[in-house]
């Protein structure tokens, strides 16, 4: 799995929730945790000292948790230097937080957080925060669809982060209500669904088995990001997991995505992951 996590700070509170998230994750992997932060051209003093005095704590809570860390500070352009990093300390998985003024573009577009998802040369974990005080998740709502990007990476993810927190994982996948034939449509009944299970489900159900990972899982016709987020409200999960490819990322610059939807509507924090390591 991931021996090396590095996580990006900024002068954003969001930010310093995000590197706990990698924090406890690396605690619970054994793993080397990075901490950076890349200040801007002309950043103001007073947003350095505050992405600095985070990168302070966050190394402390590391030593008192017996995490080895690394702490790096860089001056430039954030995309340019953290990918830098990646290659140069051979980093597995980038967590990085979506910033406020993100949430006014479609999907983020042009943003420091969808560029380092986009070109960062290892998987990357966006993360977007909405309760800041909530970094201990006991219930992980993990929607999926019929294909999925690297299988064993994205279960493997979902694994150790339920592991970490001693999470249960809600699965939700959405089937097509109906299916077309030369007589019309025929409606299909909801164990028919849970009998067709797609091959790339079933195998990551199959993976988190393997890792003893308590889960439930729930079939509801019609899949869009509006029932996700519904679901998430009204179950009260603490943490939604999507897995997102490159191709995803920029299909949603052509037409209206779920994951768009849920990373604007989210009721909860969410983590949107861009697996990177073959299966």
């Not at 830098?84 to 999907?107: K, Q, Y």
């Not at 979902?158 to 007589?183: D, L, Q």
């Not at 019309?184 to 489900?201: C, N």
Request: contains cysteine.
């Amino acid at each position: 799995m991931y021996r090396k996590i590095l996580a990006a700070v900024n002068e954003h509170l969001n930010s310093e929730v995000t590197a706990r998230y990698a924090l406890a994750l690396a605690k619970y992997l054994g793993a080397k945790l990075y901490i950076c932060f890349v200040a801007q051209n002309r950043m103001p003093q007073q947003d350095r000292r505050a992405a600095e005095d985070a990168v302070k704590r966050l190394f402390n809570e590391a030593m008192d948790l017996n995490v080895q860390a690394e702490s790096i500070a860089e001056i430039g352009d954030p995309v340019m230097e953290i990918a830098r990093i990646v290659r140069h300390e051979g980093i597995g998985l980038a967590l990085v937080s979506t910033r406020r003024e993100d949430m006014e573009r479609r999907f983020f577009t042009g943003t420091i957080a969808r560029n380092l998802s986009l070109k960062l040369p290892c998987s990357v974990a966006l993360v977007r925060i909405v309760h800041s005080g909530r970094v201990h998740p006991k219930k992980i709502f993990v929607p999926l669809k019929a294909r999925i990007s690297h299988v064993s990476e994205h279960a493997r993810f979902i694994a150790s982060m339920a592991n970490t927190f001693g999470s249960k994982v809600f699965i939700f996948h959405a089937p097509k209500k109906v299916v077309h034939s030369f007589y019309g449509e025929i409606r299909r009944a909801p164990q028919d669904w849970q009998q067709e299970l797609p091959q790339d489900i079933s195998r990551f159900i199959q993976h988190l088995e393997k890792q003893d990972v308590e889960y439930e899982s729930k079939l509801v016709p019609g899949r869009t990001g509006k029932n996700i987020t519904l679901e998430a409200f009204a179950k009260r999960h603490d943490l939604i997991i999507m897995g997102a490819s490159r191709r995803t990322l920029f299909a949603s610059l052509l037409r209206e995505n779920p994951v768009e939807y849920v990373l604007r509507e989210t009721p909860c924090d969410l983590v949107m992951l861009t697996p990177r390591h073959e299966d």
